[in-house]
């Protein structure tokens, strides 16, 4: 078994386009996503709550936004959605988002950032006490796992 993984990732390396370049690579990047549970209705359906987690989490993270922060409410689509904000930030570094439940106690957040090396612990304890929420579910990803640590010319 270890000497097929090790032969499928040296012919992985022959086709990658870094091979034979004397080119580092790195991961480009890093992307949590958190989905939180029994959150207080009154912050899930408060825009200036929304708002604020989006301009404090870029803040806090150290990031540059290059907007203004967008939160919108989102009307119950009578199927699953009953409603409740989505807000948007686009960042220097990729985007922060966040979708409320209120009727459900329940949102889902994302930070994707091409910073390494982000605090995951700070930023779901940051969600989690801004919203009051019970339990968190979270999944930590890295994004760009062969991506060139200089240009390709």
């Given at each position: 078994?270890?000497?097929?993984?090790?032969?499928?990732?040296?012919?992985?390396?022959?086709?990658?386009?870094?091979?034979?370049?004397?080119?580092?690579?790195?991961?480009?990047?890093?992307?949590?996503?958190?989905?939180?549970?029994?959150?207080?209705?009154?912050?899930?359906?408060?825009?200036?709550?929304?708002?604020?987690?989006?301009?404090?989490?870029?803040?806090?993270?150290?990031?540059?936004?290059?907007?203004?922060?967008?939160?919108?409410?989102?009307?119950?689509?009578?199927?699953?959605?009953?409603?409740?904000?989505?807000?948007?930030?686009?960042?220097?570094?990729?985007?922060?988002?966040?979708?409320?439940?209120?009727?459900?106690?329940?949102?889902?957040?994302?930070?994707?950032?091409?910073?390494?090396?982000?605090?995951?612990?700070?930023?779901?304890?940051?969600?989690?006490?801004?919203?009051k929420l019970e339990d968190v579910e979270t999944n930590f990803i890295q994004r760009g796992t062969k991506y060139p640590g200089q240009n390709i010319e």
């Amino acid at each position: 078994m270890l000497i097929d993984c090790v032969v499928q990732l040296s012919s992985f390396a022959k086709i990658h386009p870094c091979y034979g370049k004397g080119i580092d690579t790195t991961h480009f990047g890093e992307h949590i996503t958190i989905d939180g549970y029994g959150g207080d209705p009154k912050l899930l359906n408060d825009r200036e709550t929304v708002l604020g987690l989006l301009t404090e989490l870029c803040e806090t993270q150290r990031m540059t936004p290059l907007i203004e922060p967008v939160v919108v409410e989102a009307a119950d689509n009578q199927i699953k959605d009953p409603g409740g904000w989505s807000g948007f930030l686009i960042i220097a570094e990729s985007h922060i988002s966040i979708h409320t439940f209120p009727r459900r106690r329940f949102l889902s957040a994302d930070l994707y950032t091409c910073q390494n090396g982000i605090n995951t612990a700070s930023i779901i304890a940051f969600v989690k006490e801004r919203f009051k929420l019970e339990d968190v579910e979270t999944n930590f990803i890295q994004r760009g796992t062969k991506y060139p640590g200089q240009n390709i010319e």
